[in-house]
């Protein structure tokens, strides 16, 4: 069964430390897609990422990158220099399934950043 | 381009009341979802559409109903409104192009007493 585990429930930092948010996922398919949305205070769901399963490069965005090992099935999300606007809850998600898109979503990381 | 919609914003139901949540999108997608998010468990998929008439269950289908008779509209009804359906609710929509991000709306807090 799919399954998406965000093992950090909270996370605080103070301004400009880097920061590393971890997703292990669960899949029994060979071709799938994994996502990050981010949740600011005021609610709306931000899509931030989607890396396929055949797809092993490190993605850089900014003060952003993702990590995507398949050998230890995790996806994890770092930013570098944290700012106050970072604060927000942050999910990943997995789609596994061809016809119909359907996410899995992991329970989600609260992240605090404080000046 | 008003994105995904979502109507209404809050709402207070009395235990056994009905009511129906609007969700439209103006991107032409064919892929539709209802979601529910509950505090510090994520989202959970109530029902989802592939296309107009075309409806099937997620995860937490029961006590919610859906219907989809235009690619733009995707209403969810509770029609008989309990205290666990307190939650907000999320629409959201993506291209048919597999695998594609789903864009979201902005939600429905919705509390039921």
């Known amino acids: 069964a799919q399954k998406v585990t965000q093992a950090q429930t909270e996370i605080s930092v103070v301004e400009k430390e880097d920061v590393t948010l971890d997703c292990v996922y669960e899949?029994?398919?060979?071709?799938?897609?994994l996502f990050w949305y981010k949740q600011p205070p005021s609610g709306e769901l931000v899509f931030l990422i989607r890396?396929?399963?055949?797809?092993?490069q490190n993605e850089i965005s900014g003060r952003y990158s993702w990590n995507f090992q398949k050998s230890t099935s995790s996806f994890n999300f770092t930013i570098t220099a944290s700012q106050v606007v970072d604060s927000a809850v942050y999910f990943c998600?997995?789609?596994?399934?061809?016809?119909?898109?359907?996410?899995?979503f992991g329970t989600g990381t609260r992240l605090q950043v404080f000046p | 381009n008003a994105g995904v919609t979502q109507t209404p914003k809050f709402r207070i139901l009395k235990i056994g009341q009905s009511m129906t949540l609007q969700c439209t999108q103006d991107?032409?997608?064919?892929?539709m979802y209802w979601y529910r998010q509950d505090p510090g468990m994520g989202l959970k998929l109530i029902y989802y559409?592939?296309?107009?008439?075309?409806?099937d269950k997620g995860e937490v289908p029961n006590g919610y109903n859906v219907s989809r008779s235009t690619t733009e509209d995707f209403p969810l009804r509770l029609e008989l409104a309990a205290p666990s359906q307190t939650s907000v609710y999320f629409c959201?929509?993506?291209?048919?192009?597999?695998?594609?991000?789903?864009?979201f709306g902005p939600g429905t807090r919705l509390t039921v007493l």
């Open positions: 959201a929509s993506s291209y048919s192009d597999r695998y594609n991000e789903q864009f």
């Open positions: 899949t029994r398919d060979t071709t799938y897609y």
């Open positions: 890396r396929n399963s055949f797809d092993e």
């Open positions: 998600a997995l789609s596994d399934d061809y016809n119909t898109d359907k996410l899995i």
């Open positions: 991107m032409n997608h064919n892929y």
């Open positions: 559409s592939v296309g107009a008439g075309i409806t």
